[in-house]
């Protein structure tokens, strides 16, 4: 960890964030600084999925799920 005296040669910077806006405009502000190029990959077509004729879905109570939050 350095030390607060090194913290000045890194130059850091405090930011008060008391509002939502204010957060958005540093969010803004630190992503401009980074250069930002389209890396979409092109579209692709998937195979058709084989149908799984002999599969037997397990019974509920021994699957585990995860909690809904909202």
């Not at 502000?29 to 890396?39: N, Q």
């Not at 692709?44 to 809904?68: K, M, T, V």
Request: charged fraction near 25%; include cysteine; charge should be positive.
């Amino acid at each position: 960890m350095k030390r607060k005296a090194e913290a000045s040669s890194w130059g850091l910077r405090v930011v008060g964030l008391l509002t939502r806006g204010l957060a958005r405009y540093c969010i803004h502000h630190l992503l401009s600084k980074v250069p930002y190029e389209d890396m979409t990959p092109l579209p692709f077509e998937l195979q058709s999925r084989p149908l799984a004729e002999d599969y037997i879905c397990a019974p509920r109570n021994e699957q585990f799920f995860i909690p809904q939050v909202y």
